[in-house]
Nanobody, 121 residues
Framework: EVQLVESGGGLVQAGGSLRLSCAASGFTFDDWTIGWFRQAPGKEREGVSLISSEKGTHYADSVKGRFTISRDNTKNTVYLQMNSLKPEDTAVYYC???????????????WGQGTQVTVSS
């Protein structure tokens, strides 16, 4: 059974940091692109970042320079280090797995349940 489990969310003040983790199981993790998406209340889900099987990375303009994605294939885990957090980063964050290197959520086959990130001003 394929599983993606996010952790690390929470409440933080503006300017603070959080590190999200996405632990995967049930598929050949090394071969898949892992993406992070987020959905704020009343808004559509948007792509935040991805890391490919070759460890190529991509970031949404809104998080460039503040967020860093990485993966540890020995632990089947992807991390999203989030620094200089802003209230507008408040959202439920999801990780997902795709066979292609894409920021389009339709390209993702497997999804986690999400973790809440709340940034207070």
């Amino acid at each position: 059974e394929v599983q993606l489990v996010e952790s690390g969310g929470g409440l933080v003040q503006a300017g603070g940091s959080l590190r999200l983790s996405c632990a995967a199981s049930g598929f050949t993790f090394d071969d898949w692109t892992i993406g992070w998406f987020r959905q704020a209340p009343g808004k559509e889900r948007e792509g935040v970042s991805l890391i490919s099987s070759e460890k190529g990375t991509h970031y949404a303009d809104s998080v460039k320079g503040r967020f860093t994605i990485s993966r540890d294939n020995t632990k089947n885990t992807v991390y999203l280090q989030m620094n200089s957090l802003k209230p507008e980063d408040t959202a439920v964050y999801y990780c997902a797995a795709s066979w292609v290197e894409s920021m389009y959520e339709n390209e993702y086959d497997y999804w986690g349940q999400g973790t809440q990130v709340t940034v207070s001003s």
